[in-house]
């Protein structure tokens, strides 16, 4: 197979091909990036974002077309779709006002230091590889691409194989800003492009994708010391808690579980409700769910749109089986709607348990399995237990108590009354813990990560601390220095009064 061929999965129909790149197309793309690279690294930090300014223009002018390609190629409503533009859009916009104090060079005085000028300066590190999953085609693979580029990086991004076309649309976009030639190269293909550009010698990669593939990902990328940022999957939990808002807490976590037909990493795959609301809860959070409309995003008006991939349907299926199989009981959906195109329907499931891989493993659908637990602290202690950390929410109208139970929840992202809140805010940078990854994408974080921090130095006063010949009276030196710095009072008088006797 030679080539993709990307399909709109709302009704199957093909919407056009991309070419799979060979490992020597891939090495052939980051050597142009490369010598792209050269010049926009020497550029100024302002020249740069000067640049970057005529892609956020060609961004707010192709905003329609964008989100339309989105809307078939991946499924998503098109509000969602508008959303991963705006997205993009804030993120350059942000970076156009801070990045000048994010990546500021800083002077440093070490004390041992005082005969040198020390100072720390940001240096870009060279070819940035970006692989992206589809789920969010446009904000995850453009969210580091514009980081690596304002820190003055070049970038190949390596596209889902199921969003392929959407990935050609970056590098579209790119030419139409004008953008220096090679600066930006897409390479499409599979997980084998992938694993060609790793080894084709890029300077770091941010990897966005599943667990299992993040494993062999962080493999790979430590046999070429690539350095790396991994955003994996999430089994996000939200734990209602007896003096919730039952209606608010309904609709929030809705919301939070099934945006983008619950395809969202920092989706909640969870509910922990205590005992006393578990029945009011999940009679609101049913009648809520029955209320979504379910179809394609051609129709606005749809609230939970196409399942993008068939292998993520057969996850749905075989996860809904097993709980049924195991003793969960269905509230609300089930099944795979009929065709044409792939189409679950929000689906609550009651009586389950951690036998079940509804429970343990990601599901990354529209599928919402509620456990009653006695209180907060069996619902942080099985939020906890998992061995994901991306996001977890918690739902009280004690804000007080809620705050403080929020920083023992392990994740990355924990919000009140909310999920997943820092999402789409360029300030505020995004990331994991435990499996689902480690580094961080947007915000300063991500704008740093960009970036190896030097250390330059020269003379200020002349004269060098350290060097030949080694003679007792060095060690001495030292040795005193040892005491005069870190010791106690009594050694340090010590000192002081060996002095005066040899004196
Ligand atoms: P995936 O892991 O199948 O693929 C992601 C990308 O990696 C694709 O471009 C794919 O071609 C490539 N790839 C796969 N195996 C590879 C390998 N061995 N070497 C190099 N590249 C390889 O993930 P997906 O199905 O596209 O996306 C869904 C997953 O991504 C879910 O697990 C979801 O939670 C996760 N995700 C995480 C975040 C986050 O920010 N933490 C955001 C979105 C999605």
Same mark, same amino acid.
């Given at each position: 197979?030679?080539?993709?061929?990307?399909?709109?999965?709302?009704?199957? =129909?093909?919407?056009?091909?991309?070419?799979?790149?060979?490992?020597?197309?891939?090495?052939?793309?980051?050597?142009?990036?490369?010598?792209?690279?050269?010049?926009?690294?020497?550029?100024?930090?302002?020249?740069?974002?000067?640049?970057?300014?005529?892609?956020?223009?060609?961004?707010?002018?192709?905003?329609?077309?964008?989100?339309?390609?989105?809307?078939? @190629?991946?499924?998503?409503?098109?509000? =969602?779709?508008?959303?991963?533009?705006? *997205?993009?859009?804030?993120?350059?916009?942000?970076? &156009?006002?801070?990045?000048?104090?994010?990546?500021?060079?800083?002077?440093?005085?070490?004390?041992?230091?005082?005969?040198? %000028?020390?100072?720390?300066?940001?240096?870009?590190?060279?070819?940035?590889?970006?692989? %992206?999953?589809?789920?969010?085609?446009?904000?995850?693979?453009?969210?580091?691409?514009?980081?690596?580029?304002?820190?003055?990086?070049?970038?190949?991004?390596?596209?889902?194989?199921?969003?392929?076309?959407?990935?050609?649309?970056?590098?579209?976009?790119?030419?139409?800003?004008?953008?220096?030639?090679?600066?930006?190269?897409?390479?499409?293909?599979?997980?084998?492009?992938?694993?060609?550009?790793?080894?084709?010698?890029?300077?770091?990669?941010?990897?966005?994708?599943?667990?299992?593939?993040?494993?062999?990902?962080?493999?790979?990328?430590?046999?070429?010391?690539?350095?790396?940022?991994?955003?994996?999957?999430?089994?996000?939990?939200?734990?209602?808690?007896?003096?919730?808002?039952?209606?608010?807490?309904?609709?929030?976590?809705?919301?939070?579980?099934?945006?983008?037909?619950?395809?969202?990493?920092?989706?909640?795959?969870?509910?922990?409700?205590?005992?006393?609301?578990?029945?009011?809860?999940?009679?609101?959070?049913? @009648?809520?769910?029955?209320?979504?409309?379910?179809?394609?995003?051609?129709?606005?008006?749809?609230?939970?749109?196409?399942?993008?991939?068939?292998?993520?349907?057969?996850?749905?299926?075989?996860?809904?089986?097993?709980?049924?199989?195991?003793?969960? &009981?269905?509230?609300?959906?089930?099944?795979?709607?009929?065709?044409?195109?792939?189409?679950?329907?929000?689906?609550?499931?009651?009586?389950?348990?951690?036998?079940?891989?509804?429970?343990?493993?990601?599901?990354?659908?529209?599928?919402?399995?509620?456990?009653?637990?006695?209180?907060?602290?069996?619902?942080?202690?099985?939020?906890?237990?998992?061995?994901?950390?991306?996001?977890?929410?918690?739902?009280?109208?004690?804000?007080?108590?809620?705050?403080?139970?929020? *920083?023992?929840? =392990?994740?990355?992202?924990?919000?009140?009354?909310?999920?997943? *809140? %820092?999402?789409?805010?360029?300030?505020?940078?995004?990331?994991?813990?435990?499996?689902?990854?480690?580094?961080?994408?947007?915000?300063?974080?991500?704008?740093? @990560?960009?970036?190896?921090?030097?250390?330059? %130095?020269?003379?200020?006063?002349?004269?060098?601390?350290?060097?030949?010949?080694?003679?007792?009276?060095?060690?001495?030196?030292?040795?005193?220095?040892?005491?005069?710095?870190?010791?106690?009072?009594?050694?340090?008088?010590?000192?002081?009064?060996?002095?005066?006797?040899?004196?």
């Amino acid at each position: 197979m030679s080539e993709l061929i990307s399909r709109n999965p709302a009704n199957g =129909e093909e919407l056009g091909r991309a070419p799979i790149y060979t490992p020597e197309q891939v090495r052939a793309a980051v050597q142009a990036a490369r010598g792209a690279q050269t010049g926009w690294g020497q550029a100024s930090l302002r020249q740069r974002l000067q640049e970057l300014k005529r892609l956020s223009r060609v961004l707010v002018e192709q905003a329609d077309a964008i989100a339309r390609l989105i809307a078939v @190629e991946q499924g998503k409503n098109q509000i =969602e779709a508008y959303g991963e533009v705006m *997205t993009v859009l804030e993120l350059l916009h942000f970076y &156009q006002r801070n990045a000048a104090r994010i990546l500021r060079p800083r002077s440093v005085s070490p004390r041992l230091g005082a005969l040198r %000028s020390h100072r720390i300066i940001p240096r870009p590190r060279g070819v940035v590889g970006v692989i %992206s999953p589809w789920n969010y085609p446009v904000t995850l693979s453009m969210e580091p691409l514009i980081a690596a580029l304002v820190a003055g990086n070049a970038v190949v991004l390596k596209p889902s194989e199921y969003t392929s076309l959407i990935g050609l649309k970056i590098g579209e976009l790119a030419r139409r800003a004008e953008l220096p030639d090679g600066l930006v190269q897409v390479v499409t293909g599979d997980a084998s492009t992938g694993q060609a550009l790793i080894a084709a010698g890029i300077d770091k990669l941010v990897f966005t994708g599943s667990v299992a593939n993040g494993r062999k990902v962080a493999a790979l990328a430590g046999e070429y010391l690539v350095p790396l940022t991994l955003e994996l999957g999430g089994k996000d939990a939200a734990i209602v808690l007896a003096d919730a808002d039952l209606e608010q807490a309904a609709e929030g976590i809705l919301w939070g579980a099934l945006l983008n037909a619950g395809q969202a990493c920092l989706a909640v795959e969870r509910i922990y409700v205590e005992q006393a609301v578990a029945e009011a809860f999940i009679q609101k959070l049913t @009648e809520k769910a029955a209320r979504l409309r379910v179809g394609p995003s051609t129709d606005p008006n749809h609230d939970v749109c196409a399942i993008t991939t068939e292998a993520q349907q057969n996850i749905l299926k075989q996860q809904v089986m097993e709980a049924r199989a195991k003793g969960a &009981q269905v509230l609300l959906g089930g099944d795979p709607l009929p065709g044409p195109g792939r189409f679950f329907p929000p689906t609550i499931l009651v009586n389950v348990n951690d036998e079940m891989s509804v429970m343990r493993e990601e599901t990354f659908g529209p599928i919402l399995p509620v456990r009653v637990v006695r209180d907060a602290e069996e619902a942080i202690r099985l939020t906890n237990a998992s061995p994901y950390g991306l996001t977890a929410s918690l739902w009280t109208r004690d804000l007080r108590r809620g705050r403080q139970l929020l *920083t023992r929840l =392990e994740v990355g992202d924990a919000a009140l009354n909310d999920h997943g *809140t %820092s999402s789409g805010h360029a300030e505020i940078g995004w990331g994991g813990c435990k499996a689902s990854g480690y580094g961080k994408t947007r915000g300063e974080e991500g704008l740093r @990560e960009m970036v190896i921090w030097q250390h330059i %130095s020269w003379p200020r006063l002349g004269g060098q601390l350290m060097g030949f010949p080694y003679s007792a009276k060095k060690v001495n030196l030292v040795r005193t220095l040892i005491k005069v710095l870190f010791g106690n009072w009594q050694e340090r008088l010590s000192l002081f009064r060996s002095r005066e006797r040899k004196g």
